[in-house]
C-alpha cells in the first residue's frame, strides 16, 4: 500500500492564483514526520517545511502554507498568488524512523 | 550552510566503464544517503549511510557500490551499468538516521549510459 497519496498528478494555474496541492498518508506510527519538497526544473530537492505528529498547527511562511489534520490523516500545501518561478514538482513525504517515502509527486505549471 | 554538492553534474558512460559519484557535506551531519530519480518519480532509496557505516542496502544491485570514507563524504562506484540505469542520482544528508530531521540533497548527477 502507498504510504504517501498525492493524487493531483499535474495542476496548471495562471499567475497569482491561489492553488492547493493535496497530500494523504498512511502509518500505523504514533510518531512520524510529514515533509513538503520542491523540485525545480534544475533538478535539486528544497526542503520546504518539516511537521511532527504531535503538532496540529497550520503554519504560514510568506506565500505558503500548510493545513494539517490528523483526523484526515491530510497534509496539504496551498500557494497563495502563485508566481511563475513556483512551477515545479512538489513532493510530501513521510518519515517513519529512518525511512522516508515520497509521494509521487504534483506538477505544478504556473502560467504568466 | 545547508549545501550538499554533488560532483560531476553530468556524466556519460558506456556500460564497460567504471566511474564514480561524489557528494560532500559540511553540516555535520552524520545520516547520508543515495537515491536514484527517474524522470516524472519520486526518488527511490538506495543506500543509507549512518555514522560512516552503511546501513540500508535496499537491494541494489552490486553493479552499484557505495563507500564512506569519512563522515562528509560519500561516493557511488559505478561498473558495468545498463542503460536502464540511466537516470538523475541524488544524494542526500540528515542529522541522523533515527532523528526527525529532514533531509538536505545535492542537486544531483544525470547519468546517462550508453
Known amino acids: 500500500a502507498q504510504k504517501v497519496t498525492q493524487a493531483q498528478t499535474e495542476i496548471s494555474v495562471v499567475e497569482k492564483e491561489d492553488v492547493t496541492l493535496d497530500c494523504v498518508y498512511e502509518?500505523?506510527?504514533?510518531?512520524?514526520?510529514l515533509f513538503w519538497y520542491k523540485q525545480p526544473p534544475s533538478g535539486e530537492l528544497v526542503f520546504l517545511i518539516r511537521?511532527?505528529?504531535?503538532?496540529?498547527q497550520n503554519e504560514i511562511s510568506g506565500r505558503y502554507s500548510w493545513n494539517f489534520q490528523k483526523s484526515t490523516s491530510s497534509f496539504n500545501f496551498t500557494i497563495t498568488a502563485s508566481q511563475v518561478v513556483d512551477s515545479a514538482v512538489y513532493f510530501c513525504?513521510?518519515?517513519?524512523?529512518?525511512?522516508?517515502?515520497f509521494g509521487s509527486g504534483t506538477k505544478l505549471n504556473v502560467k504568466p | 550552510d545547508t549545501e550538499v554538492t554533488q560532483t560531476p553534474k553530468h556524466l556519460v558512460m558506456g556500460m564497460t566503464n567504471k566511474k564514480s559519484l561524489k557528494c560532500e557535506q559540511h553540516?555535520?551531519?552524520?545520516?547520508m544517503y543515495w537515491y536514484k530519480q527517474k524522470a516524472k518519480k519520486p526518488p527511490e532509496l538506495m543506500f543509507v549511510?549512518?555514522?560512516?557505516?552503511?546501513?540500508i542496502n535496499e537491494s541494489v544491485p552490486s553493479r552499484f557500490s557505495p563507500e564512506c570514507p569519512n563522515s562528509s563524504l560519500l561516493n557511488l562506484h559505478l561498473h558495468a551499468l545498463q542503460p536502464e540505469d540511466s537516470a538523475l542520482y541524488l544524494c542526500?544528508?540528515?542529522?541522523?538516521?533515527?532523528?526527525?530531521?529532514?533531509?538536505?540533497f545535492g542537486p544531483g548527477t544525470r547519468l546517462t549510459v550508453t
Open positions: 542526500a544528508s540528515s542529522q541522523g538516521e533515527g532523528t526527525p530531521y529532514e533531509q538536505y
Open positions: 513525504a513521510l518519515r517513519e524512523f529512518n525511512k522516508f517515502y
Open positions: 553540516m555535520g551531519h552524520r545520516a
Open positions: 511537521r511532527n505528529s504531535f503538532d496540529e
Open positions: 502509518t500505523r506510527d504514533t510518531t512520524y514526520y
Open positions: 549511510y549512518s555514522y560512516e557505516k552503511l546501513s
